[in-house]
């Protein structure tokens, strides 16, 4: 019987691009138009990807460095997440006009708020280059001979492509492990303004205690628009600028969604790795989650105990305290997902399966050779791991670490150190630097600890008594002092005990650790490039996806709701009655705008649809993603996945993986009831 239930759970592993599994390369997308349409979808491939008329495709773009944002508006108009921008609002507040609290919104162009560095990129085209990227090399050749002859082609080609002038950037990626290349084409515009967002109680609600939960009512969303020179083209801010006319835009669909419609979502997801190695997902699962999840839980309680006394630090640190709070929360239901799923188990059953039928031809040995080489290289990746974790998260000796490389090119570093103290509060660092450098010492073992760290803990007795002297005589706790630093003070700075933290523990990173993890890595990465290719070998009838790399995708499935435990199903649409349930004026998550509070008890608004679930395969860098319906009209923006599916980075579960949308019309409610910013209406195309 178990051994039954682990071939199931393996032929599961290989067929589950016949559920909703898969993020599809947009101009590919002929080949599974059918599917779409046997699901509901009423669109052409021509519909969604172009190049030869305006598609879908131009009316999404790639939201800073990380998110998907798109345009609702023939001047340039655009929408993304309230997480997306929640930086670039944070950095327009102050304790006078706390934007993150209240909320923004211009109520005419002249209002509109611009965010130096925030860039947009449209996708111009993308094609297979595989051929120019590996011209000159042949298989006797080698591997090192590949990845040069490679990185050689993709910069020759990038540089022929751009053109800086007129905005366009190209990008050369390596997809199903480098057996194959894309060359992906932008056209990217850096004049972006802030011209809405709710305040955090409606655009955050429910904060870390609803993230990656299910029933979610959170208006995650803010509004931006883009700017370009008077000819059109990308420019940097000028008040001549004017708005972006794109060649797409996506109408409103104001009926909304019922459980069984089709929803595809069109954005950029970041990084999955559905086709590895059973011991990397045991790693990843056993080791490494679990142990990530510790150190941030002790740096979140830190954080949260001063925020919770002061509004001024609580506005310097709510980016902060999001940003390490959601890969912690992810983190646990990606761990819990692997064990329930058995995934582990699934993954070896399908490498038994593999291994007979590589067995006497050139891919023999290939998983055995895998596996001892995810085991060399586990204690060094978790040291890795653990630097990254706690001294590289410490925000004194980064500064420090930041200023030191600055100097040393000559450049000045006031700006840095103005950008650093506004957003920094010692007693929080220091207290986190006592907590993670103790856990250093008690989790990893005295072989994988540096010399320095043993001598230091010698010379002070304890972790209190090293970090007070640090905190106490850095010259990086005096922001005057850091901001009046000069290229003649790099001496100066190589003495303090702050940078000497870092520079101690980067330099045993260097020496011990990153040569054994490089070599590692090496030789993962061709065995990785082999068993790629040896697994769509093994199952050509299958539709392979690339994994996620931030490029243009499309994932499609259906609104649905779902079961995450017994005797429980959760229905796949909230409405304002859910956020009237949880409203609590003396919880700082949960205590919504009196203004919501007014217009709900006036009635008639009760079941203002919030957000919705649906089976589209997504992950980071999906935020901010249009969800469309099966005409290709904005019904939602996603924004999240549900808890209980975060392992859908390494394994796609039909049961349980829902990403969460915030509905398209309870953004149009808030910007109109509460925003009262109804004059961005006249600019939106409603179906």
Known sequence: MKKTILLLLSLALSFQALADEGMWLPNLIARRIDDMGAKGC????????????????????????????????????????????YSFIQRHSSVEHDYLKDGFWAMSPAEELPNPGLTVSFLERMQDVTGVILYGWNPSMGEEARDSVAKANSARLQKEVADPENGISASVEALYYANQYYLFVYRVYRDVRLVGAPPSSIGKFGGDTDNWMWPRHTGDFSI???????????????????????????????????????????GC??????????????????VSDPQKIALRTLRLGIQKKYMSQSQEVRIQYSAKNASVSNAWKKWQGESKGIKRLRTVQAKREYERRFNEWAAGGPYEGLTERLEDIYKRREPYYLAYEYFNETVRSLELPSLASHVYGALKLGRP??????????????????????????????????????????????????????????????????ADAVASLGAEDVALVEAD???????????????????????????????????????MEFEPERDFYPDANLTLRVAYGKVAGYKPADAVYYAPVSTLTGIMEKDNPDIFDYNIPQSLRDIYAAGGCEDQPVCFLATNHTTGGNSGSPVLNADGLLVGINFDRVWEGTMSDLVYDPVYCRNISLDVRYLLFIIEQIGHAGWLFDEMSFS
């Open 42 to 85: 009423r669109l052409s491939a021509e519909d969604i990807y172009s190049i030869n008329q305006a598609s879908l495709k131009d009316a999404v773009v790639l939201f800073g460095s990380g998110c998907t944002g798109e345009l609702v508006s023939p001047k340039g108009l655009l929408f993304t997440n309230h997480h997306c921008g």
């Open 224 to 266: 931006f628009r883009i700017y370009a020179s008077p000819d059109g083209k990308p420019a940097d801010y000028s008040p001549s600028n004017v708005p972006y006319r794109p060649k797409k835009y996506f109408s409103i669909c104001r009926d909304g969604v019922k459980e069984g419609d089709f929803t595809f979502v069109y």
């Open 269 to 286: 997801p970041g990084s999955t790795r559905e086709y590895v190695h059973s011991e990397e997902v045991r790693y990843i699962g056993e």
């Open 413 to 478: 570093v006031d700006a840095m150190a103005r950008n650093f103290f506004k957003d920094y509060y010692r007693p929080i660092d220091q207290e986190s630097f006592v907590a993670l450098l103790k856990a250093f010492g008690q989790n990893m073992p005295e072989d994988f600890q540096p010399a320095y760290y043993k001598d230091k803990l010698r010379s002070y007795g304890t972790v209190e008594a090293w970090a007070e002297d640090i905190y106490s005589r850095s010259l990086f706790c005096n």
């Open 497 to 535: 005990p702050a940078f000497e933290v870092y520079n101690a523990f980067q330099k045993w990173m260097n020496s011990d650790i990153m040569p054994v993890l490089r070599a590692a890595e090496k030789e993962l990465k061709a065995a990785n490039r082999l068993y790629m290719k040896a697994q």
